[in-house]
């Protein structure tokens, strides 16, 4: 039975995680948030308390999966205390908060299990799952970024997610597993799809870029890739990038939306400088998912299905 800690369980992927999770029985799950919801079953945690995180962590769990973290990329680059402390504080706290309980719980097991890639999932040791960003890249490159390219961030989300990443490696090497993935959606909280549906019925025409490429990923993907590296029968630390397949221009991405909407909305290409932000985006984000595929078989599906998943639960709510 795997004991997991999830982290910032109010977001989407949080609750594509527990959706996930609960059509298993060979786990137990804790939700936590720093907004707790009885009803979602979402316990208080505020990871950017050193206190509070060791103690949630101490209860003893195989795995933490972190999905706390800033997101708020405009917003950030006039934030960059708030931003730095939920993206790189918060994932210290947990990493030194696994460390001690491992430390507590693993003396006497010896090498086994906590060798990186030769690991085995054993109990009383825990692991981290963090999930980052493809604004670690500076998004100039032409072909799908693989985990160990160079990053080189352009914003203050994208520098304070490299440093989360930089602090796992650094204080639990072994025993991370960092994540990457770009443009998340799903039928729930603020989101690029969400938006494009509400717009499409507001508006008889909407203006989105068609000068940015990325991956559009459901949550409920990406969700069901960490179940697949959470009961892996091997473990291996490191960098791994998952999105979706394919790629699209926020444009198509938004056309394709507008016809599952059956909205009449015509949507206009327009060029990023036509929609200045605060924080700059990445005109290239594609990233290359063969190492996740490779060492976990996390196979990722073509876009527009979990895309047609997620509008028939969107448009069944409303």
Known sequence: M?????????GQLGRALAAAFSRRDDCSVTLTGRRP?????????????PGATERAVARGYDFV??????????????????????????????????????????AGRGKEGKDGG?????????????????????GSGNRPYEPDDEPDP????????????????????????IIRTAWLYSPV??????????????????????DQTGSPTSAASLADAIVKVI??????????????????????FAATIQRLAGNSCRVIPCRTDEYPTAARRPAYSVLSG?????????????????????????????
């Open 154 to 177: 352009q914003t203050v989300y994208g520098r304070t997610k490299l440093a989360g990443e930089q602090a796992a490696l650094s204080l639990l090497p072994a025993e991370s597993v």
């Open 37 to 49: 919801d009885a009803e979602a079953g979402i316990e208080a945690l505020d990871v950017t308390d």
């Open 231 to 252: 009961f892996a029968p091997r473990f291996e630390a490191g960098i791994f990038h998952y999105t979706d397949r394919g790629a699209a221009t926020w444009y198509e």
């Open 65 to 106: 999966v972190n999905c706390a973290a800033y997101t708020a990329v405009d917003a950030a680059e006039s934030d960059p205390e708030g931003a730095a402390a939920l993206n790189v504080a918060a994932v210290e706290n947990l990493c030194r908060a696994i460390s001690r309980y491992n430390e507590g719980h693993c």
């Open 118 to 138: 030769n690991a085995t999932h054993g109990e009383g040791h825990a692991r981290l799952v963090h999930v980052s960003t493809d604004y670690v890249f500076s």
């Open 189 to 210: 909280g603020k989101n690029f799809v969400r938006t494009m549906v509400r717009l499409g019925r507001e508006r008889s025409e909407i203006k989105v870029v068609n």
């Open 2 to 10: 795997k004991r997991i800690l999830i982290t910032g369980a109010n």
């Open 290 to 318: 063969e190492k996740i595929r490779r060492v976990y078989g996390a196979e990722a599906p073509d876009w527009h299905e979990p895309l047609r998943e997620c509008m028939a639960q969107i448009l069944k709510n409303q």
